[in-house]
């Protein structure tokens, strides 16, 4: 088919073989075995010129989209192997919800156009199991301990912040030393949902001299923000979520040594390895522009 669309372009077999890069005879009797298999003439050939015949016209229109199609069937199966097409997967909690995840799917989507991402928001909790079944691909999420058969990449530190509600006599502070806040009550999903978190932000207190009074909740961010903003307890959030949080609630600094919350990319040592590297790689450019570790 290769064959016969080059001579039908250049109305020469001479010019179709120079072009194709192989012997005029092998070009003649490619047309000649295309011929004989449709039954039809495609070519009049003359001593001067080579020219179609209506079926000739008909099957070279067809012939042009088929290889078309052809090429792009095996550019979008090299890409696919390559980790650059398809459909990667996606998990990540709620501290990644509107920075992190977001701009690294914007990255890959300007890098790798026919890579598609299919991301959910789960708890930190659900992450390992959503990847020991083969239901997500990769995860962003900070995590307390690497289960058996999954692999981990820093992606992002986050600065933690202390979420108070407008009200609160904090909000106006230029900073907080995280000890003085002892008799605070602190809201915190329980660690059954949430344990990279809740380690992060307990051990933090801890460090400050102190075991803090925890009211948990599974509610989902709706509830914890709604409970600050109420004032009923102070939270420690990420940076990142600063511009997200509903009214009535300020993030105020706390005093170095600021804790900080390890994000990472977690992934099945059985999974698709091609899409995963495609997604590191863009993790670690993101990291370096915007010094992210």
Request: glycine content about 8%.
């Amino acid at each position: 088919m290769r064959y016969f669309v080059a001579v039908a372009e250049h109305g020469n077999f001479t010019r179709a073989a120079e072009d194709l890069h192989v012997a005029q005879q092998a070009v003649s009797q490619q047309i000649r075995a295309l011929e004989a298999t449709l039954a039809v003439t495609l070519l009049r050939r003359s001593s001067r010129r080579v020219e179609l015949t209506p079926a000739g016209e008909v099957f070279l229109a067809d012939a042009k989209r088929l290889l078309t199609a052809s090429d792009r069937a095996v550019r979008r199966a090299q890409a696919a192997a390559r980790g650059e097409a398809g459909t990667l997967r996606l998990g990540y909690s709620l501290v990644t919800a509107f920075e992190t995840t977001p701009a690294l799917i914007d990255l890959l989507s300007k890098r790798h156009p026919e890579l598609k991402v299919s991301a959910r928001e789960v708890y930190g909790a659900d992450i390992a199991g959503l990847l020991q079944r083969g239901q997500c691909d990769l995860a962003l999420v900070p995590m307390a301990t690497l289960p058996a058969g999954l692999r981990q990449r820093l992606v992002r530190r986050e600065v933690l912040r202390l979420a108070v509600s407008d009200g609160h006599p904090l909000a106006r502070a230029d900073q907080v030393e995280l000890s003085t806040l002892e008799h605070e009550r602190f809201q915190m999903f329980p660690r059954q949902l949430s344990p990279g978190y809740y380690d992060v932000a307990v051990g933090a207190c801890r460090a400050a001299g102190f075991e803090p009074s925890l009211e948990e909740h599974g509610g989902g961010s709706a509830v914890w923000c709604g409970h600050i903003a109420r004032g009923r307890g102070v939270g420690l959030v990420v940076s990142s979520l600063g511009g997200q949080l509903p009214a009535g609630i300020t993030l105020v600094d706390l005093a170095p040594p600021r804790p900080t919350l390890a994000i990472n990319a977690l992934w099945s040592e059985d999974g698709d390895a091609s899409k995963v590297d495609r997604f590191l790689d863009a993790a670690t450019s993101l990291a370096t522009e915007k010094g992210w570790y």
